[in-house]
């Protein structure tokens, strides 16, 4: 699919009779007929997927991460009772037991802040300043479709140098166009989640570039093999003080 540019390959399931894929893929095949495509008389279009970062935001046993006031539980998280987090069977019972300790510890905190703060001091003193409601709503949503792009192009399963510095560029001026945004027009949640996209793509791009070595479910042409010198460890990214 990289070299030839072809958006997906086709599975051949037609030498199976329609009764035959009716019972043993029930749920595929409806989710195929949704789509238009019957799996007893049609090539189904196939692409590969993978998560791009496994793992996720360091947290306690609280699901508190560093960050004053943002948790963390599930596949986004890694707490380190499943290793590397992917949110598949082995980690089932971690989504249910870190939230219900989140949750737990958020409400907690809750209720010390208001045995010390008047109501009126717990909300957020916010003001727009000189922002106006944005009549360019299309950035957001061209923004968050240019940056899904990219990273499957070029930031996927199979990458190069080439193709991550050019992800790293984009990501650059998109970032840049978002910071602009942000401060002329009102927030929206639209908008704080795309400026969150984009960060999140910056530091999946960067950890990619650094990575001179192929290891686990990604694969970068130009460092095919494993580097001898490091060891399995678990890749930790922090801000320098």
């Not at 409806?30 to 993978?50: F, Q, T």
């Not at 935001?57 to 380190?80: F, K, M, N, V, W």
């Not at 910056?202 to 650094?210: A, F, P, V, W």
Request: aromatic share 8%; proline share 3%.
């Amino acid at each position: 699919m990289k070299r030839t540019g072809e958006e997906c390959v086709y599975l051949d399931i037609r030498h199976l009779s329609e009764e035959q894929l009716r019972r043993r893929f029930p749920n595929i095949f409806a989710k195929c007929m949704e789509a238009g495509i019957n799996m007893a008389h049609d090539l189904i279009p196939v692409v590969p997927a993978a998560h791009f970062s496994c793992g996720g935001i360091q947290t306690d046993i609280r699901g508190a991460s560093s960050i004053e006031g943002l948790y963390a539980a599930g596949e986004s998280a890694c707490t380190g009772l499943h290793g590397a987090n992917r949110l598949a069977s082995n980690s089932l019972l971690e989504a249910i037991v870190m939230p219900k300790f989140a949750a737990a510890d958020i409400e907690k905190r809750f209720e010390e802040l208001k045995n010390h703060f008047p109501d009126d001091e717990l909300a957020l003193n916010w003001t727009t300043g000189n922002a106006t409601d944005s009549d360019e709503l299309i950035l957001i949503s061209h923004n968050w479709d240019e940056i899904r792009r990219f990273m499957w192009d070029y930031v996927g399963i199979y990458r190069t140098d080439k193709r991550l510095e050019r992800a790293k560029n984009r990501i650059k001026l998109i970032r840049k166009e978002i910071e602009k945004y942000y401060w002329d027009f009102t927030v929206t949640a639209d908008l704080v989640e795309l400026r969150n996209i984009a960060t999140v793509a910056e530091l999946i791009i960067d950890s990619s570039l650094k990575r001179h070595e192929s290891r686990g479910l990604n694969y970068n042409a130009d460092y095919p093999y494993l580097d001898p010198e490091l060891e399995c460890v678990d890749t930790i990214i922090q801000r320098e003080l």
